[in-house]
């Protein structure tokens, strides 16, 4: 018989014998018992464990997918803002409008 991920881990019969004598035999030695009680022990830990690594990583995304969109409205607003100096610098520069630090930065037509 397999053993499924979902399955007590009390159900031992499939570990090592199907045989009901054996497994009376085994049942009453103390220490099959209590080894059978620390790995159960074990293994709901280790399941926890990850239950709680799960949580935090879920977390961590939707804390980097609101950062990320945060980020992304930062760079559209930069882009807008580009944009519109750019369009100015156009427009002044047509009109022939230039300050000294258009002449500088060798933006002005004028010298």
Known sequence: MARHAGSPATDHSDIVHSDPKVEAILSA?????????RLTQLQHGVEEKLREVEIRASLERAKLSRRTVELEKVNDNLKR?????????????????????MQKLGLSTKK
């Open 29 to 37: 030695d103390e220490l099959v018992v209590q080894e059978r009680e």
């Open 81 to 101: 803002q580009v944009e519109d100096l750019a369009q100015r610098l156009a427009l002044d520069t047509e009109n022939g409008v230039t300050t000294r630090w």
